[in-house]
């Protein structure tokens, strides 16, 4: 079964500061790979995907994540972070087309002004 | 475009009763919805899948009779939790899939059940 791993469940930023979410997957077949943000007390919302295809992966406000095989990772990069970037980070994996979302833990990021 | 609704938002209820979590595609057919527990300062655990017009699949672990889920129709899909307890307390959230759009998941607002 599929599994994701993301380390340091809290991550604290300076305004302006590069944030680097590092999500590490383990999939038997060729994966989905996902980010999602979610705002307290509220659901997910897709932040980017990459299923096939060019291996970086471009979402909304220049957030961006890479595939990288070999390292089995898909690792997300926010490169100036703002106050209303502040929320839970999950990257999840799905094996192929089975759709079924396996999610890491999570990160908190919490943006200093 | 691909709006999930659930409701209510948050419940309430005495320990022993049942409780019945509605999630709604309002803009688009689900072929499948997907049912998922966090619990505070945790991942989502994906509790079951259902498809419309069939039963339910559950994952290992979760109890079909605890937590049982219709999905009637190719816009709603409900999860009732039977005889609650203060262990169910947590965070539900829905999610959707359509077939057009495949590899992706539309996600509810969540529900927060409290079991006192």
């Known amino acids: 079964a599929q599994s994701v791993t993301q380390l340091g469940s809290h991550v604290s930023v300076s305004e302006g500061a590069l944030v680097l979410l590092r999500c590490n997957y383990s999939s038997s077949v060729p994966p989905y790979l996902f980010w999602y943000v979610q705002y307290p007390n509220q659901g997910l919302q897709l932040l980017l995907k990459y299923t096939t295809g060019a291996t970086l992966v471009k979402g909304i406000n220049g957030f961006e994540a890479e595939f990288k095989k070999s390292e089995t990772s898909f690792h997300l990069t926010i490169p100036s972070a703002h106050m209303s970037d502040a929320a839970e980070y999950f990257c999840?994996?799905?094996?192929?087309?089975?759709?079924?979302?396996?999610f890491g833990k999570g990160n908190q990021v919490v943006v200093i002004p | 475009g691909a709006v999930v609704s659930q409701h209510p938002s948050r419940v309430i209820c005495k320990s022993g009763t049942s409780v019945k979590i509605e999630c709604r595609s309002l803009d688009f057919q689900a072929t499948t919805m997907f049912w998922y527990r966090q619990f505070p300062k945790k991942s989502l655990m994906l509790m079951a899948t259902s498809n419309e017009g069939s039963k339910a699949t559950y994952e290992q672990g979760v109890e079909k009779d605890k937590f049982l889920i219709n999905h009637a129709s190719l816009t709603l899909s409900t999860l009732t939790v039977t005889s609650a307890h203060p262990e169910d307390s947590s965070f539900y959230i829905c999610?959707?899939?359509?077939?057009?759009?495949?590899?992706?998941?539309?996600f509810g607002p969540g529900t927060r059940l409290t079991v006192l």
């Open positions: 999610s959707a899939r359509t077939s057009g759009r495949w590899n992706e998941q539309f």
């Open positions: 999840a994996v799905s094996e192929g087309g089975n759709n079924r979302l396996a």
